[in-house]
Nanobody, 111 residues
């Protein structure tokens, strides 16, 4: 049974940082692309970043230079380091892999 569990969300001031984690189980983690998506109220879910099995990364233009995705195959975990956060980054962030989704973690950027 595939399971993805996100953690690390919270409330942060503009300009601050957060690091999200997603612990995966139930599949061969190292073989799959892992991604972070987000969904803001009233908006569609959008891809934020992805990391391939070989470590290659891809980012949405809106987060390039501010967010970093990484993976630790020994821990079956994917991370999203978010720096210089803006109010428009406020959303529920979801981890995705092997066509499965986590439950999401709320990130709120507000003063």
């Amino acid at each position: 049974q595939v399971r993805l569990v996100e953690s690390g969300g919270g409330l942060v001031q503009p300009g601050g940082s957060l690091k999200l984690s997603c612990a995966a189980s139930g599949f061969t983690f190292s073989a799959y692309v892992m991604s972070w998506y987000r969904q803001a109220p009233g908006k569609e879910r959008e891809l934020v970043a992805s990391v391939g099995s070989g470590g290659d990364t891809n980012y949405a233009d809106s987060v390039k230079g501010r967010f970093t995705i990484s993976r630790d195959n020994a821990k079956n975990t994917v991370y999203l380091q978010m720096n210089s956060l803006k109010p428009e980054d406020t959303a529920v962030y979801y981890c995705s892999g092997r066509r499965n989704w986590g439950q999401g973690t709320q990130v709120t950027v507000s003063s």
